[in-house]
């Protein structure tokens, strides 16, 4: 392209140039088309409800153009590696033919600027913690000894005269002194879905990955719930996902109505730079016909700091991710009619819209005029 400009630009009269004389944009309309159009990684993002939405945008895919073909990947491709530790969630897959070629970011990893994943780990020296975290690739981390998260630790120092630790693919037990690294959080393992199942590690592999995956398919209801059982990972999940609305700096709410809410910054001397104006979300139809509802938490008059949640967004509560309903449940023979995967439900929970939804379709028509 810029060699097609230079030679328009040695040929043509310079008083008469112009931009469109100059350019000749069709290559690159037709590349971004093609990219956008037809590109197996070009997708419409997956909006049944936050979670599903965050773990999308979080999504890593082996397939694609330069990419593997899913029919010629073999076990060795789709298999966990130890490499993937604190990089690559080792549970969350499809269960399909795409399984381990499409996967998820862990929870703490990110994508540093030469595309390599990162995950972050405290820093030991002489059995002690240094205070620093430092962001690792696999390259990096490769024969480096790490510590568990959970290792028990007195005024910053590893309190038990030996580690039980990982080194490439082994475990060795090893001596503190030994130790070069810490790892941040049990979490850091795995990704942000799988770490939204409780007690993770009491379930078998294949269920955890079943669990991971079908959380992302539930529909946000008409009256939403935080969970009595939950790991801590709502309240980020509802948070980042941008699904609430939450502050950008610390002050008194003013003004608060259904779809607008008005807070005066603290010690902020000009008046129109102390407000922050929130317009909220009403109503809207995601892409898979769901409705993207916010609804005011905040209330007049209140004090808020920076960060906290002042609406809730579909499939949220009280701050927090709620995608479904505290039920009390029996476990026990009915009759028959629960007999293998049938469950039996009270009619109170269809009265009472326990499990109700909204969903937004919109439907097009056309009105042409014929010679008829």
Known sequence: MSRVIRDRMSVQDKSLLTPRNLLNTAPLVGIIRKFFGTSQLSQFMDQINPL?????????????PGGLNRKRAGFEVRDVHYTHYGRICPI????????????????????????????????????KMTGEVE????????????????????????????????????????????????????????????????????????????????MRQAVPLLIPEPPLVATGMEETVARDSGACVTARRSGKVIYSSGDLIAVAADNVKNKEEAMDLYTLRKYTRSNQDTCINQSTTAETGTHIKAGDALADGSACAQGQLALGRNLLVGFMPWEGYNYEDAILL???????????????????????????
């Open 346 to 372: 009270s009619e109170r929970l269809v009265k009472d819209d326990v499990f109700t939804s909204i969903h937004v379709s919109e439907f097009e028509v056309e009105a042409r005029d014929t010679k008829l």
């Open 52 to 64: 599903s939405e965050i773990t999308h945008k979080r999504r890593l895919s082996a397939l694609g």
């Open 92 to 127: 969350e897959t499809p269960e399909g033919p795409n399984i381990g070629l499409i996967t998820s970011l862990a929870s703490y990893a990110k994508i540093n600027e030469f595309g390599l994943i990162e995950s972050p780990y405290r820093k030991v020296s002489k059995g």
């Open 135 to 214: 962001y690792l690739n696999a390259d990096a981390e490769s024969g480096m000894i790490v510590a568990q998260a959970n290792t028990p630790l007195e005024k910053e120092k590893i309190a038990t005269d030996t580690v039980s630790s990982r080194s490439r693919g082994d475990f060795p037990v090893v001596d503190p002194s030994r130790v070069d690294y810490m790892d941040i959080s049990p979490m850091q393992v795995i990704s942000v879905s799988a770490a939204l199942v409780p007690f993770l590690e009491h379930d078998d592999a294949n269920r955890a990955l079943m669990g991971a995956n079908m």
